[in-house]
């Protein structure tokens, strides 16, 4: 029998040949199963106890990553299997070799490629064959499921970050609802301003999720947040705010505080600077500089500015806040012409695209 040659031989060959019939009928049957087993990229494997060989198909010697004229054996199945998974794997041969245990031998591991070194995970079945109570041979499939393994994994990760971002993020909203609460005036001011910075919250994670998580445009963020907080559409955006910088991904940690700031800023500045008129603009920038992202907010063409009396939510939002949750340095100047904000983070926090805004 050849390494190919996977078809069991019966314990007791039929001691008449085979008519012509029976022989088609087999030839069928093979050849429905060889379709079965590559629609579901499937690998057979023949282990017989008593001589030791190993008999394998050409999908499994792919998947253990063997080189076409190297003999399969058990020794060479067990170097492959990954260290970490070698003890479950043997514990559940040797149930598979107890006469008492019902159920077949199956179990899911990794193997690393003789010849390429490649690690894949492997879902391996077999049905153990027994004489006298005796352990005879196990004839078994091999399935590759490093795709599926690999999807499972990016899930967990997913969940993991899910509940350190859920912690997180209810940890923001209390904090913008105790600190709303304290520099409104009314019920009905608290429930405007808390609306508003939820919205702006939710619209951050909105880009964020449409990404997988793997973080959020520049551009998109801006215009996203500047959209809602001004109520204009894209045209109109157009011609009150200037927005110029690299196309870059911010992540995920970033696209949040920045969304933050840049909402502070929007409804500051349709309220009491330079969007409260209609000839007055604001200019957001971006830039990289010595392993730095410096982002600079500027208004123009409204009310003469002074600093504000006393610091309020927002205040603190685009001065402190934004700056301590991403490792930088912020900066709120009050010009006669206009309010000026900046921000300078390590430029870790995005990734550069080639395209230009």
């Known amino acids: 029998m050849t390494d190919t040659d996977i078809r069991p031989e019966p314990l007791d060959a039929p001691s008449a040949p085979l008519c012509c019939d029976t022989t088609n009928e087999q030839a069928y049957a093979l050849e429905r199963m060889q379709l079965a087993l590559d629609a579901a990229r499937t690998g057979i494997w023949d282990w017989n106890l008593i001589t030791g060989e190993v008999h394998i198909d050409p999908r499994v010697r792919r998947l253990w990553g063997l080189p076409d004229d190297a003999e399969a054996s058990f020794e060479i199945f067990r170097n492959a299997l990954h260290p970490q998974d070698r003890k ?69 990760v997913l969940l993991r970050e899910l509940v350190h971002r859920s912690k997180n993020l209810l940890a923001v909203v209390q904090a913008m609802a105790r600190q709303t609460a304290a520099g409104s005036p009314s019920v009905e001011d608290f429930q ?36 809602y907080c001004l109520d204009m559409k894209e045209g109109e955006l157009a011609t009150r705010a ?11 940690e ?17 309220s009491f600077g330079g969007l409260s008129r209609p000839e007055g603009a604001v200019s957001l920038t971006w830039r990289f500089d010595d392993g730095r992202l410096n982002i600079e907010w500027r208004e123009s063409g409204g009310p003469a500015v002074t600093a504000p009396p006393r610091e309020g939510f927002g205040h603190k939002v685009v001065k402190r806040l934004v700056a301590q949750a ?32």
Not at 342 to 347: D, F, K, M, R, Y
């Open 192 to 227: 405007r301003k808390f609306g508003a910075r939820l919205q702006a919250l939710s619209m951050a994670h909105d880009l964020l999720v449409s990404q997988d998580w793997r973080g959020a445009s520049m551009c998109d963020l801006v215009r996203a947040q500047m959209a």
């Open 88 to 156: 479950r794997t043997k514990e559940a041969v040797n149930v598979a070799l107890d006469p008492t245990h019902e159920g077949d031998y199956e179990i899911e591991y990794r193997v690393i490629g003789q010849t390429d070194r490649i690690e894949r995970w492997v879902s391996v079945r077999g049905r153990t064959f027994f004489e006298n109570g005796r352990a005879v041979r196990i004839l078994g499939t091999a399935r590759d499921i490093t795709e599926r393994k690999q999807r499972e994994q990016h899930v967990r």
């Open 242 to 252: 200037t927005i110029e910088g690299p196309r870059i991904m911010l992540k995920p």
């Open 254 to 270: 970033a696209a949040q505080n920045i969304g933050l700031a840049l909402h502070e800023l929007a409804t500051n500045a349709l």
């Open 326 to 357: 991403l490792d930088g340095t912020a900066t709120l100047h009050f010009p006669p012409e206009g309010l000026i904000w900046t921000l300078s983070i390590p430029a870790s926090y995005a990734t550069v695209r080639e395209e230009l805004a």
